[in-house]
């Protein structure tokens, strides 16, 4: 029986967002992660995505390539797992204007801020800098302005004095890992009723002119 909905899951890195997805993805959740893409061959992430029997791809960067050619790559990439819902989780890129707009709805980002506090870079750091007593996650979907696009959940941590950007990313880390998931599965049960409601008006046509829609 195919899943519902078919999650494609971006990274650069060491993949903890994506192992809480793969972990969430339970049968208690109508979505699979179909694959795992990366932009840097040495990312952990590839080998959790082994270890689960997920199959992955490499899109690196190329020397003097123009961002509009590496995402044509990518795009290449990305339509060969035919995702329902792509997922960047710690996917260091900033993705052009024309590709992000092929996927507004569909693209997701997890960001460490409390967004929209903090968008771009270092944002723990910047969280200690500014002395804030509190600090987060967010996930949000993905538009061509950075880290701008409409926020879908948040979480919440506590700032202490004596915090580190290691103590303080360490605590956002482990609500990223509870509110992805989440996000993955609503996602998946909001898929779940759309094509539902389109078998239903499609049973209705049939009744009204005696055939559905192609
Ligand atoms: N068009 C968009 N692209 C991306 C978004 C987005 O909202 N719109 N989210 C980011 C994720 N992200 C923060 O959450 C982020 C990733 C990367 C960078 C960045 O400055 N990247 C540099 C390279 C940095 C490096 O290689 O270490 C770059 O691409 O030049 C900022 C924010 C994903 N993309
Ligand atoms: N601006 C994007 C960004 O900084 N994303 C951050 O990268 C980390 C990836 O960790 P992971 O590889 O262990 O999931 C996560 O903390 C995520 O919020």
Known sequence: MPVCCRVLVLISGNGSNLQAI????????????????SNKPDAYGLVRAHHAEINTSCVIARKDERRQQYDSRLQQAIEQYQPDLIVLAGFMRILSDEF???????????????LPKYA??????????????EHGASVHFV?????????????????????T????????????????????KWFSLNRLKMLENQAYLDDQLIGIHGYAPD
Do not use: F, W
């Open 165 to 184: 950007v290691e103590t303080l990313s360490s605590r956002v880390h482990e609500q990223e890992h509870a509110i992805y998931p989440l996000v993955v």
């Open 22 to 37: 793969i972990d969430g993805c339970d049968d208690n959740v109508d979505a699979e992660v179909v694959g795992v893409i």
């Open 100 to 114: 992000v707009s092929q996927y507004i709805g569909q693209m997701v980002n997890i960001h460490p801020s409390l």
């Open 120 to 133: 771009g870079l270092h944002t723990h750091q910047r969280a200690l800098d500014a002395k804030d007593k």
């Open 143 to 163: 538009i061509p302005e950075l880290d701008a696009g409409p926020v879908i959940l948040q979480a919440k941590v506590p700032v202490y004095e004596d915090d």
